[in-house]
């Protein structure tokens, strides 16, 4: 296992979900209005499906993890899971009820996604649930496995990514899909993660952390009009462009019902007319910003066709014939899915159906009426029955809608570049005035903004001009290759040539004392050089390799520490030069004093590892641990950085990060520090 920082979601982060059975049972569960809209849209086979539909909203959600990392580690995770806790909850028995096991999810490629039925009560109650809960909250820290909704791994999967592929992910946070995206590309791939909404835009970079990808970006536009960019591919000014796009957009959620009971009481028709003209703006956005043969994934975790069906049938028209809409049935086999509807019934929000906007009697209402939430005439050239449905009941999920799409024909000056070839010189300005136009058009077509009345219902809700790149973010400038620090680094660390000096960025002045520098992968630090760079707000991006502190620049030849979130990025030019001269091999002994010592010195430490750490100067080193004889799921040797100093030898984790480090390994807790060795 290559050890990542543990997250810190506990204090900061998402919340862990703190509901409790009796919140959830004291939610009426129902709502006539909502019933009575879905039965008219003849959602399902016949009136025992839909009464089985209905009354599975009803229950709780079944919890599910999905394990993360390479396809090696991954196995011998799930493994470790099989034989160390699956293969003990055989026989589970709360209050003379038998449980069943974590089961692996069927469609779930690999087998790398596991479901838990079992209710709340029995987790707590049971000894080896309650095992396994530990496991999973240490493992989610790890960044080992991911707690995330079934249904909401589904829209990446048939994202079809390959490895080294450009990614964006237009409403992303806070972050579940685009965790699985960024895995899907690898080190070599993009990945930006955009948001309206600032702050949950933070929740997406903290949750992101954990995978420590130099890969990743995150941005903060309103989707609708994410910039235009030109990048320089090979000395040639190109249109950015993304191999994959998914617009995951903002919707009213009636699907999330079992986890979220909250629905039954807030559920209108409103919401979702008021969302529908964001919605087909942002998917418009996306196909535009899709490179030719890319893919573009629509999704939503809503039924209502208004959202859905309609919002794909507005695009697909706007789209002129660039889109295609994809038949997936042969990907994801076992995953149960119903046909998208090819007709639907429109309710006012006044809860009457209507036909046609001539129904509606108020021209001020009719104004407000979006006109492309209505099915279109006739389904023949559209195909909306290659949708997918994802209904609860089918598989003890939640509710998912996904439509997958390729670009086809062209349809921005981007596109038609592309196709004609040619040396682009790009008019970025023409390009984007031409696509905003298209985007801007929506609202004109529809003639109908929703009401204020609409947007007010809408949840999430829609960001304000305050929340979009609401606070300035420290500069994202990259470092000039011969840069002092870096220099002062790579010869201390005895780094080998490969070492990409021109993939860092200082994210401070050049003579603040204790500096940061994060490191960014060859496709990010392209987007970074684009001459339209000011355009795009970033969040973040980066990660951070290397930290100098400068109270230790007069006891050290270099005062820049590896950071543990960069130990597995620094390790490769580590290796190779200089006798792996900051490089140290320890085992379970040493770790253990490292972890458990308040203040190690070098006499606590084995022979050998004594004998190297004398010969090494003060300064920052890597610590390669060997964990195989340790009771952890993956046997990867696990990266931590350390400082030796004059006469101690320090692990450079956090407080909070070393206490669960040292009881997971060893079950105990780290002396405390002496306040005179601080001082010291
Ligand atoms: C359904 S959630 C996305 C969930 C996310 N994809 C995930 O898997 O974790 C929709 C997101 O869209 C954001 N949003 C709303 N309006 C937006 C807009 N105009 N542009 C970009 N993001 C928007 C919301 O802040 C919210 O985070």
Same mark, same amino acid.
């Given at each position: 296992?290559?050890? *990542? +920082?543990?997250? +810190?979601?506990?204090?900061?982060?998402?919340? /862990?979900?703190? %509901?409790?059975?009796?919140?959830?049972?004291?939610?009426?569960?129902?709502?006539?209005?909502?019933?009575?809209?879905?039965?008219?849209?003849?959602?399902?086979?016949?009136?025992?499906?839909?009464?089985?539909?209905?009354?599975?909203?009803?229950?709780?959600?079944?919890?599910?993890?999905?394990?993360?990392?390479?396809?090696?580690?991954?196995?011998?995770?799930?493994? $470790?899971?099989?034989?160390?806790?699956?293969?003990?909850?055989?026989?589970?028995?709360?209050?003379?009820?038998?449980?069943?096991?974590?089961?692996?999810?069927?469609?779930?490629?690999?087998?790398?996604?596991?479901?838990?039925?079992?209710?709340?009560?029995?987790? %707590?109650?049971?000894?080896?649930?309650?095992?396994?809960?530990? $496991?999973?909250?240490?493992?989610?820290?790890?960044?080992?496995?991911?707690?995330?909704?079934? =249904?909401?791994?589904?829209?990446?999967?048939?994202?079809?990514?390959? /490895?080294?592929?450009?990614?964006?992910?237009?409403?992303?946070?806070?972050?579940?899909?685009?965790?699985?995206?960024?895995?899907?590309?690898?080190?070599?791939?993009?990945?930006?993660?955009?948001?309206?909404?600032?702050?949950?835009?933070?929740?997406?970079?903290?949750?992101?952390? *954990?995978?420590?990808?130099?890969?990743?970006?995150?941005?903060?536009?309103?989707?609708?009009? @994410?910039?235009?960019?030109?990048?320089?591919?090979?000395?040639?000014?190109?249109?950015?462009?993304?191999? *994959?796009?998914?617009?995951?957009?903002?919707?009213?959620?009636?699907?999330?019902?079992?986890?979220?009971?909250?629905?039954?009481?807030?559920?209108?028709?409103?919401?979702?007319?008021?969302?529908?003209?964001?919605?087909?703006?942002? @998917?418009?956005?996306?196909?535009?910003?899709?490179?030719?043969?890319?893919?573009?994934?629509?999704?939503?975790?809503?039924?209502?066709?208004?959202?859905?069906?309609?919002?794909?049938?507005?695009?697909?028209?706007?789209?002129?014939?660039? !889109?295609?809409?994809?038949?997936?049935?042969?990907?994801?086999?076992?995953?149960?899915?119903?046909?998208?509807?090819?007709?639907?019934?429109?309710?006012?929000?006044?809860?009457?159906?209507?036909?046609?906007?001539?129904?509606?009697?108020?021209?001020?209402?009719?104004?407000?009426?979006?006109?492309?939430?209505?099915?279109?005439?006739?389904?023949?050239?559209?195909?909306?029955?290659?949708?997918?449905?994802?209904?609860?009941?089918?598989?003890?999920?939640?509710?998912?809608?996904?439509?997958?799409?390729?670009? =086809?024909?062209?349809?921005? !000056?981007?596109?038609?570049?592309?196709?004609?070839?040619?040396?682009?010189?790009?008019?970025?300005?023409?390009?984007?005035?031409?696509?905003?136009?298209?985007?801007?058009?929506?609202?004109?077509?529809?003639?109908?903004?929703?009401?204020?009345?609409?947007?007010?219902?809408?949840?999430?809700?829609?960001?304000?001009?305050?929340?979009?790149?609401?606070?300035?973010?420290?500069? $994202?400038? !990259?470092?000039?290759?011969?840069? /002092?620090?870096?220099?002062?680094?790579?010869?201390?660390?005895?780094?080998?040539?490969?070492?990409?000096?021109?993939?860092?960025?200082?994210?401070?002045?050049?003579?603040? +004392?204790?500096?940061?520098?994060?490191?960014?992968?060859?496709?990010?630090?392209?987007?970074?050089?684009?001459?339209?760079? +000011?355009?795009?707000?970033?969040?973040?991006?980066?990660?951070?390799?290397?930290?100098?502190?400068?109270?230790?620049?007069?006891?050290?030849?270099?005062? @820049? *520490?590896?950071?543990?979130?960069?130990?597995?990025?620094?390790?490769?030019?580590?290796?190779?030069?200089?006798?792996? %001269?900051?490089?140290?091999?320890?085992?379970?002994?040493?770790?253990?004093?490292?972890?458990?010592?308040?203040?190690?010195?070098?006499?606590?430490?084995?022979?050998?590892?004594?004998?190297?750490?004398?010969?090494?100067?003060?300064?920052?080193?890597?610590?390669?641990?060997?964990?195989?004889?340790?009771?952890?799921?993956?046997?990867?040797?696990?990266?931590?950085?350390?400082?030796?100093?004059?006469?101690?030898?320090?692990?450079?984790?956090?407080?909070?990060?070393?206490?669960?480090?040292?009881?997971?390994?060893?079950?105990?807790?780290?002396?405390?520090?002496?306040?005179?060795?601080?001082?010291?």
């Amino acid at each position: 296992m290559v050890f *990542r +920082k543990p997250g +810190k979601w506990k204090k900061k982060g998402p919340k /862990p979900d703190t %509901r409790k059975d009796s919140d959830y049972k004291a939610t009426p569960h129902d709502n006539a209005t909502m019933k009575k809209y879905y039965q008219a849209q003849h959602i399902m086979k016949d009136d025992h499906d839909f009464d089985t539909f209905y009354a599975t909203l009803k229950t709780p959600l079944p919890s599910t993890f999905r394990i993360t990392g390479t396809k090696n580690n991954a196995s011998q995770i799930r493994q $470790f899971i099989q034989d160390h806790h699956v293969a003990k909850m055989q026989n589970v028995i709360v209050d003379g009820v038998k449980y069943d096991p974590p089961t692996p999810v069927s469609w779930y490629p690999h087998s790398l996604c596991y479901q838990i039925t079992c209710p709340r009560p029995v987790l %707590r109650n049971s000894p080896e649930y309650s095992h396994f809960q530990k $496991f999973l909250v240490a493992e989610n820290e790890t960044g080992n496995i991911t707690r995330q909704e079934l =249904v909401s791994m589904v829209p990446p999967l048939l994202m079809a990514i390959e /490895p080294g592929q450009r990614v964006l992910d237009m409403c992303a946070a806070p972050g579940s899909k685009t965790g699985q995206i960024v895995e899907a590309v690898g080190g070599s791939g993009l990945v930006v993660a955009n948001d309206a909404d600032y702050k949950r835009s933070q929740l997406l970079v903290h949750q992101l952390k *954990r995978l420590q990808s130099p890969c990743f970006m995150a941005t903060n536009h309103d989707a609708a009009h @994410f910039p235009n960019l030109s990048i320089m591919d090979n000395g040639i000014k190109t249109p950015w462009q993304f191999d *994959r796009v998914l617009c995951d957009v903002p919707c009213s959620g009636d699907g999330t019902v079992r986890k979220n009971p909250k629905v039954w009481n807030e559920w209108s028709q409103g919401a979702a007319i008021g969302l529908h003209t964001v919605q087909v703006q942002i @998917f418009l956005r996306g196909a535009q910003l899709v490179k030719m043969g890319g893919r573009i994934v629509y999704s939503t975790c809503s039924f209502n066709p208004v959202e859905n069906e309609a919002v794909v049938a507005e695009v697909l028209r706007l789209s002129n014939g660039a !889109l295609e809409l994809k038949d997936v049935s042969d990907q994801l086999p076992g995953l149960i899915r119903r046909p998208g509807l090819t007709t639907w019934q429109v309710m006012t929000r006044e809860n009457q159906f209507i036909s046609s906007m001539d129904d509606i009697e108020n021209p001020r209402a009719r104004r407000k009426f979006p006109a492309s939430v209505f099915p279109p005439a006739s389904d023949n050239d559209l195909h909306l029955e290659k949708c997918l449905r994802i209904y609860p009941h089918d598989q003890n999920t939640g509710g998912f809608f996904v439509a997958v799409f390729e670009k =086809v024909k062209p349809m921005t !000056l981007a596109d038609r570049l592309s196709v004609e070839g040619g040396q682009a010189v790009v008019d970025v300005q023409r390009a984007e005035a031409e696509e905003e136009q298209l985007v801007d058009s929506v609202t004109a077509a529809i003639a109908n903004l929703p009401s204020e009345e609409y947007a007010n219902e809408t949840e999430p809700a829609q960001p304000t001009s305050k929340d979009v790149y609401a606070k300035k973010e420290a500069p $994202f400038d !990259l470092m000039a290759p011969d840069n /002092p620090d870096l220099s002062e680094i790579k010869s201390f660390y005895g780094l080998d040539d490969s070492f990409p000096m021109d993939q860092f960025l200082l994210r401070s002045g050049l003579d603040t +004392k204790n500096r940061q520098i994060y490191h960014v992968s060859r496709a990010i630090q392209t987007v970074l050089k684009s001459p339209d760079i +000011k355009r795009l707000h970033i969040v973040n991006t980066g990660v951070r390799l290397f930290s100098r502190q400068g109270s230790l620049a007069s006891t050290t030849e270099c005062a @820049f *520490r590896i950071s543990s979130e960069g130990a597995a990025l620094v390790q490769p030019y580590l290796q190779k030069q200089q006798g792996d %001269r900051r490089v140290v091999s320890i085992g379970l002994d040493d770790l253990k004093v490292l972890l458990a010592h308040a203040f190690p010195r070098l006499p606590d430490f084995t022979a050998t590892t004594q004998t190297t750490l004398t010969n090494l100067a003060p300064g920052g080193i890597l610590c390669v641990v060997d964990v195989s004889q340790a009771d952890l799921p993956a046997n990867t040797n696990m990266l931590l950085p350390v400082w030796r100093g004059k006469s101690s030898v320090n692990v450079l984790l956090n407080k909070h990060d070393k206490k669960s480090l040292c009881q997971r390994l060893f079950g105990i807790t780290p002396e405390p520090i002496p306040v005179k060795a601080v001082t010291e």
